[in-house]
């Protein structure tokens, strides 16, 4: 059950300027429920790669209230949280939809996270409820379920997306199709769900320990959907693809932007260069969403030449930082405008606009996306506000930025500064013109393929192997995602260890595989400062 002690909020006086000036008056479906009045009901706005089906607005907004009435007679309550582990496919948006209806929390969590991760945040949360796909990507999230379920007692109840029940798991295919009891749909219509609640919970980047966890509300989170899809010119003859997570923010808010606007959504979890030019051909897709592994996969691709990528209009790039000379090319020879995004989950973005020159478009981070987002530069060291031209940590608060992580006093101590600023931990430059430029970051953190791995959290697992005395963790380049994961290990006695006895170690804990490493160099003593502490200036020269 949420518990509201476990939140920050505004300020009263700062929440009662963000209403009159920002925040959505509706919860999403509300939302939802007037952009399909807006463009009309029967309209398709919802798809999956590789099936014909379509959803209207009406398919969408029926069959969300049908199953949160049923997962009300299941015994789904307001207030209840859910872990919320689908992958990518219209099912994801039913049944988000249909928690959100009721009052319940999805908490988004990417379907690669293992048992070592999903337990430590239903403990936190106290979930009540698990929604995972069942099988997905050749693993049996059952198992998994009942491990949970042993391991955190909160959680009761576990739906899945397969189309039968699979013991005490109830299907939401099944739900969805189904017609409530008598009463139930009433019972649902008596429930009012306020904008000002908390409509989910994401997951920071993990730059230490676990990834932290985010409360967005429906009036902030709506607030930055309208602002992004505006400025990405979202209109109902936009046709976008989402093949990042909806687990992560930038693939659920540009799906909702593209819901509230009235373009067509289409979906997929298949990131081949090959399986995404297919879709962009036979969809007629003009906004590609992605990460900057997606656009060099396609750049690539000895295929493209196959396919007719001519109704591609923008390629949105967040997540990670893409150099200016292979965003020029994504322009060139995808034939489509470059979109850069700076964001993080906390609530805060920058964005190119699309009648920006060239070289601001491939070059910069663009501009605060809302014109009532405080913006500062902070020297790390002095703690004082940077000039024009010299990188700074970036301090922001606004509209839709939170005040605080959930449950987590600690790390919120840590992350915000006594007036409000969320603290980035990145550094960034500000030119004359107010463009930002993206330099680098200060946290311990690796970004594979736009996935955020805390190194220490890493490291705390390797420190379980047996043969392990001390390890190490950081990122190293890699052309296509960016980083990947190295570890470095001292082993006891000096002992062989191998790089895929780590993995099967990890796995067998439950680590999810993106944090696995992918290089491993063992050596005698990991370098450390005069404090003891790990000096990762000295990591990189032992590679």
């Known amino acids: 059950m949420l518990d509201e002690k476990a939140l920050t909020l505004w300020p009263a006086e700062e929440a009662e300027r963000y209403r009159r000036c920002c925040w959505s008056r509706q919860t999403v479906f509300e939302s939802l429920a007037e952009a399909a009045q807006k ?34 007679e299941a015994g789904v309550k307001p207030g209840y949280v859910a872990l919320f582990q689908l992958n990518n496919s219209p099912l994801f948006l039913y049944a988000w939809l249909a928690l959100s209806r009721l009052g319940a929390v999805p908490l988004h969590v990417n379907p690669k996270y293992r048992l070592a991760e999903l337990s430590a945040w239903a403990e ?35 739906l899945s997306g397969l189309h039968r029940e699979y013991g005490e798991t109830l299907s939401l295919l099944s739900l969805l199709k189904q017609s409530p009891l008598p009463g139930f749909l009433e019972k649902l219509r008596e429930i ?38 505006r400025l990405s010119m979202i209109i109902p003859n936009t046709r976008t693809l989402v093949p990042t997570p909806l687990a992560h923010n930038l693939g659920f808010v540009y799906s909702l932007a593209t819901l509230l606007r009235g373009g067509r959504l289409i979906l997929t979890d298949d990131t081949k260069p090959e399986s995404l030019m297919e879709t962009i051909q036979r969809e007629k897709v003009t906004l590609l969403v992605g990460v900057p592994a997606i656009f060099i996969r396609m750049l690539k691709s000895e295929a493209r030449r196959n396919y007719d990528l001519s109704s591609l209009q923008i390629a949105l790039n967040s997540g990670q930082h893409m150099p200016q000379g292979l965003a020029l090319k994504v322009e060139r020879e995808l034939g489509c405008l470059f979109q850069n995004l700076y964001g993080v989950s906390e609530g805060f973005s920058t964005i190119t606009r699309l009648d920006d020159p060239v070289e601001v478009r491939t070059g910069t981070a663009g501009r605060p996306t809302s014109p009532h987002d405080q913006v500062k530069l902070v020297d790390p060291e002095t703690g004082r506000e940077v000039d024009v031209n010299v990188p ?3 301090h922001v608060k606004g509209p839709r930025v939170i005040r605080g992580y959930y449950g987590d006093p600690e790390r919120t101590g840590e992350a915000f500064t006594s007036d409000g600023y969320y ?12 463009y930002y430029r993206y330099v680098g970051r200060l946290k311990n953190v690796i970004n594979r393929g736009g996935e955020k791995i805390g190194v220490e959290e890493v490291e705390g697992y390797l420190a ?25 290990i001292a082993t006891r006695n000096g002992k062989p260890l191998t790089l895929e006895e780590v993995q099967a170690f990890l796995e067998k804990l439950g680590v999810a595989r993106h944090k696995q490493p992918e290089i491993l160099k063992l050596v005698e003593e990991i370098p450390k400062t005069e404090l003891g502490k790990i000096d990762r200036a000295k990591l990189s020269e032992i590679l």
């Open 39 to 72: 463009h009309g009901p029967e309209r398709l706005v919802l798809g999956s790669a590789g099936e014909e089906k379509l959803h209207s607005y009406s398919d969408l907004l029926e069959g969300s209230e049908r199953l949160a009435a049923n997962l009300l």
């Open 192 to 229: 009012k769900v306020s904008p000002y609640q908390v409509s989910h919970l994401l997951l920071s980047g993990g730059t230490t320990g676990l990834p932290k966890i985010i409360p967005r509300t429906h009036a902030d989170y709506l607030y930055g959907a309208e602002t992004l899809g």
């Open 124 to 158: 936190t949360v106290q979930a009540e409820v698990y929604v995972m796909p069942g099988f997905f990507r050749g693993y049996d999230y059952h198992q998994l379920a009942e491990n949970l379920k042993q391991r955190v007692k909160t959680v009761r109840l576990v």
């Open 423 to 434: 603290k980035t931990g990145d550094l960034l430059i500000r030119d004359e013109r107010g």
């Open 464 to 488: 379980m192997h047996p043969q392990v005395r001390e390890a190490a963790v950081l990122g190293v380049p890699d052309p296509e995602l960016g980083e990947k994961v190295c570890a470095i």
């Open 392 to 394: 700074g940590e970036l």
